[in-house]
C-alpha cells in the first residue's frame, strides 16, 4: 500500500497523466480480470458526481501492441456515433460502467476519429484487467 | 441508450466543482433532513428553539432509533432474501468505500488473524485455513447501496451463525461489533447474524476475494444495506453494548433491514 501510494503522490507531484507513467497509475486502482465480451454497449462515464454518459463501449483491440478501448461518442438512436479509442489505463470499471478517468471531457471531444488500421478485435472470451473505481456521487 | 436530447453538447468541465467547492461541502442530506425538521418544529412547536442544534439532533436521532426498533421487531430472521441465477453475477464486483481507490491497503492474509472477545467461551484467533475448515456456503444475492445502485454478487464462506456456534457466543446477546483493517467498524444484531445467509465471505464468484473487495474475510450478509458488510475483518465481538459503526457515528441508520 505504501508503494501504491508512493507511486500515486509522485505521479499527481510530477503532474505526469500519459506515457508509462499510466500504468503505475491504472496500477493503484487495482485492475481485476473481466471478460472482454462482456465490455460493449456500457455506458462510459464521466468521472463527477452526475456521471453524465460520454458515449458507449464499442469494441477492445489491439493497435500497435497497445490495448484500446473504441468507445462510440456522440450520435442518436446509435446512428452518427463516431468511434474514437482510449488506452485501457484511460478507463477504470464503476460495476457494470466503465469510467473515463485519464481523459477529460474537452480532450475526449476532440479524439480524433479511431484509424481500424492494423487494430485487431480482442476476442470476446479473452480476459482483460481494468482498474476500477468507486462510485462519483 | 439514447441520450437525452436537453443535454448539453459538452459536459461541465471539472473545474466547475474545484470553484464551487465549499458550497458542495456544505451540502449534505443531513442538512436537508435538519432543515426539514427545522421547519416542522417551527410551524408545530411554537417557542421552541429551532436553532438549537443539539435539540434537533437529538430528535432526528430518537427518531433514527424508533426507526432501528420498528425495523428489527419486523425483521424476520428465517425469510430469506431472493437468489439469483450465476448468470447474472457482475464480475468484477463495484467497489465502494469511504476512500478512494487508491487507498486501499490490502491485508497480508499469511499474518492475519480473526480476533474473538465478548460474550464467548473460546476466544482464540481464528486463522484463514480455520475458517476454511469450516462448512462452506455459496449465495448468489444482490447488494444495495443506500446511495442508490446494486449489484447481484455471489459469496461464499462460512455461515456466521456456525461461526458463533463454534465460539460458544451467548446467542442471546444483542450485537455483534466487527472493526476491520480500514478503520470501518460496523455493529449488527444476533438474529441478522444468525440469518442463514448471512457469512463471513473469503470468495467472490467462486474466487478468493480480491484485495479491494475485503480480502481474506469481510461480512456478508443479504438482509442489510450495503455499507453494513463490513471489508476486511479483524475481530468480532458478541456484546449487549451498542457500539455505532462507521457511518452510524455520522447520523445514518444503525439496523438497516432490507
Not at chain 1, 454518459?53 to 500497435?64: S, Y
Not at chain 1, 476519429?113 to 470476446?124: D, H, K, L, Q, Y
Amino acid at each position: 500500500m505504501v508503494q501504491r501510494a508512493l507511486i500515486l503522490a509522485l505521479l499527481l507531484l510530477a503532474g505526469t497523466a500519459h506515457g508509462e507513467d499510466v500504468s503505475a497509475l491504472q496500477a493503484a486502482r487495482f485492475p481485476q480480470p473481466v471478460r472482454v465480451g462482456l465490455l460493449p454497449g456500457r455506458d462510459v462515464l464521466q468521472p463527477i458526481e452526475p456521471q453524465p454518459i460520454l458515449g458507449h463501449v464499442a469494441a477492445i483491440v489491439r493497435q500497435d501492441g497497445k490495448l484500446l478501448f473504441v468507445i462510440n461518442r456522440g450520435g442518436f438512436l446509435g446512428f452518427g456515433a463516431t468511434p474514437v479509442a482510449v488506452p485501457v489505463s484511460d478507463v477504470a470499471l464503476l460495476g457494470q460502467y466503465v469510467a473515463l478517468m485519464g481523459v477529460t471531457p474537452k480532450e475526449f471531444a476532440r479524439l480524433p476519429r479511431f484509424n481500424p488500421s492494423g487494430a485487431a478485435p480482442v476476442p470476446p472470451d479473452t480476459t482483460i484487467e481494468v482498474g476500477i473505481v468507486r462510485p462519483f456521487h | 441508450m439514447m441520450m437525452s436530447l436537453f443535454r448539453p453538447a459538452s459536459p461541465p468541465d471539472l473545474a466547475i466543482l474545484d470553484n464551487h467547492r465549499p458550497l458542495i461541502r456544505s451540502l449534505s442530506r443531513r442538512g436537508l433532513f435538519r432543515g426539514t425538521f427545522s421547519l416542522g418544529a417551527l410551524v408545530a412547536l411554537t417557542g421552541c428553539d429551532v436553532s438549537n442544534d443539539a435539540s434537533v439532533q437529538s430528535a432526528l436521532r430518537a427518531v433514527s432509533a424508533w426507526n432501528d426498533k420498528v425495523q428489527a421487531w419486523l425483521f424476520d430472521p428465517k425469510k430469506l432474501a431472493p437468489t439469483y441465477p450465476a448468470s447474472m453475477v457482475q464480475k468484477p464486483p463495484r467497489f465502494n468505500a469511504y476512500y478512494d481507490i487508491e487507498h486501499v491497503k490490502p491485508v497480508d492474509g499469511r499474518d492475519w488473524k480473526l480476533e474473538v472477545s465478548g460474550r464467548v467461551a473460546d476466544r482464540s484467533p481464528w486463522t484463514i485455513e480455520r475458517l476454511a475448515a469450516l462448512p462452506q456456503y455459496d449465495e448468489i444475492i444482490q447488494h444495495i447501496c443506500t446511495e442508490g445502485w446494486s449489484y447481484i454478487g455471489e459469496w461464499s464462506g462460512p455461515r456466521l451463525s456456525d461461526f458463533l456456534d463454534r465460539v460458544g457466543a451467548d446467542t442471546r446477546a444483542r450485537y455483534l461489533y466487527f472493526t476491520t483493517a480500514d478503520d470501518y467498524p460496523t455493529s449488527i444484531d444476533m438474529p441478522s447474524a444468525r440469518h442463514p445467509q448471512t457469512l463471513l465471505a473469503m470468495t467472490y464468484a467462486r474466487q478468493t476475494l480480491a484485495d479491494p473487495f475485503g480480502y481474506p474475510v469481510r461480512l456478508r450478509t443479504s438482509t442489510k444495506i450495503g455499507y453494513k458488510n463490513a471489508k476486511w475483518l479483524t475481530s468480532i465481538e458478541v456484546t449487549n453494548e451498542y457500539k455505532p459503526g462507521y457511518w452510524e457515528k455520522r447520523g445514518f441508520n444503525w439496523f438497516n433491514g432490507l
